[in-house]
């Protein structure tokens, strides 16, 4: 039992010191802009979606680097109905460091005749439809020159844009990102 007692004792200075060393910042998303370039509905009432989005990540850390791997899954939903999904490119993002991914994601709905209804009443009633962007990203966190275990950070945002249609500009009116840590 004080072998154990140490043992605590021992991992908690260690997580304390390397906390005083590197003091660990949370990387910060935001998406900057969302085009659409197909948003129509088939002969058999499949909604077909593809959207373009510009999202920015930062790695505000001094000493901590984030090596983003394959596996990444990002989607876009109204509501509960996904429109459309894709995937990040595996990339390293060093101390400091702010990188901007164009992001491509396709995707199709069936039985959407109901779902385009809503989105234009919505755009109707409050001038907003509401979108929300998933992602689930794998990743190795660098202390220093030390390449820590793969963990999983997900990120949700909320947007809330003017318009839907695809030839049309698309204003983000507002958007917030929320950001969870997964071992």
Same mark, same amino acid.
């Given at each position: 039992l004080s072998i154990l007692l140490i043992l605590i004792i021992a991992i908690a200075i260690t997580i304390g010191i390397l906390y005083l060393v590197f003091r660990p910042k949370l990387?910060?998303?935001?998406?900057?802009?969302?085009?659409?370039?197909?948003? &129509? !509905?088939?002969? /058999?009432?499949?909604?077909?979606?593809?959207?373009? *989005?510009?999202?920015?990540?930062?790695?505000?850390?001094?000493?901590?680097?984030?090596?983003?791997?394959?596996?990444?899954?990002?989607?876009?939903?109204?509501?509960?109905?996904?429109?459309?999904?894709?995937?990040?490119?595996k990339f390293y993002q060093g101390h400091r460091n702010t990188t901007v991914l164009d992001l491509p994601l396709t995707g199709q709905a069936p039985d959407a005749s109901g779902l385009v209804n809503r989105i234009q009443e919505q755009?109707?009633?409050?001038? &907003? !439809?509401?979108? /929300?962007?998933?992602?689930?990203?794998?990743?190795? *966190?660098?202390?220093?020159?030390?390449?820590?275990f793969k963990v999983k950070f997900r990120v949700r945002c909320r947007l809330e844009v003017d318009n839907f249609g695809a030839s049309n500009d698309i204003r983000i009116s507002s958007s917030s990102c929320k950001f969870k840590l997964r071992l």
């Open positions: 990387p910060k998303y935001s998406v900057d802009q969302l085009r659409i370039s197909q948003f &129509n !509905v088939s002969d /058999n009432n499949t909604l077909y979606a593809t959207f373009n *989005v510009a999202i920015t990540a930062r790695n505000p850390n001094k000493k901590i680097g984030i090596y983003y791997e394959g596996g990444s899954h990002i989607s876009a939903w109204y509501m509960d109905t996904k429109l459309c999904e894709g995937s990040l490119p755009l109707q009633q409050t001038n &907003n !439809v509401p979108l /929300n962007l998933k992602v689930n990203q794998p990743v190795r *966190v660098k202390f220093g020159k030390l390449k820590l």
